[in-house]
Nanobody, 125 residues
Framework: QLQLVESGGGLVRPGGSLRLSCGASGSTLDYFDIGWFRQAPGKEREGVSCIDSRGSMMYSVDSVNGRFTISRDNAKNTVYLRLASRRPEETAVYYC??????????????????WGQGTQDTVSS
C-alpha cells in the first residue's frame, strides 16, 4: 500500500520560489508514476505536473510550464515540485498522487489511486 506525504508548503511572496516534496512509504516509488495536483478555494482540482516512474517523461500544464519543475529521486523515495515566479492566483492546496507505472505521464486525476493529504501553499505579499 503506497502512502504519500506532501511537505514544503507555506507562504511565499509573488515572484518567489518554493519546493514541495512528496515522500513515499509502504512501497518502492520506482513502481509508480506521480502527479501533482492543486485545488484553489472555490475551484475544482486541476493537474499541474506529472512524471513517469523512471523520470524519463515529464509534463506540465501551459500555465506553469517554464516556471514549475518536477523531478524525482527514487533512491530517496521522493518526488519534488519546484515552483518559481509565483503568482497570487496559484494559492492552493497542492497534492501529490500515485498510480502503478505505465511508462507514461498523465494528469487525469481519475487514473491515480493513492493521494497525499495535501500541503497549503499561499502566494501573497
Amino acid at each position: 500500500q503506497l502512502q504519500l506525504v506532501e511537505s514544503g508548503g507555506g507562504l511565499v511572496r509573488p515572484g518567489g520560489s518554493l519546493r514541495l516534496s512528496c515522500g513515499a512509504s509502504g512501497s518502492t516509488l520506482d513502481y509508480f508514476d506521480i502527479g501533482w495536483f492543486r485545488q484553489a478555494p472555490g475551484k475544482e482540482r486541476e493537474g499541474v505536473s506529472c512524471i513517469d516512474s523512471r523520470g524519463s517523461m515529464m509534463y506540465s500544464v501551459d500555465s506553469v510550464n517554464g516556471r514549475f519543475t518536477i523531478s524525482r529521486d527514487n533512491a530517496k523515495n521522493t518526488v519534488y515540485l519546484r515552483l518559481a515566479s509565483r503568482r497570487p492566483e496559484e494559492t492552493a492546496v497542492y497534492y501529490c498522487a500515485g498510480r502503478p507505472r505505465r511508462g507514461l505521464c498523465s494528469l487525469e486525476s481519475s487514473e491515480y489511486d493513492w493521494w497525499g493529504q495535501g500541503t497549503q501553499d499561499t502566494v501573497s505579499s
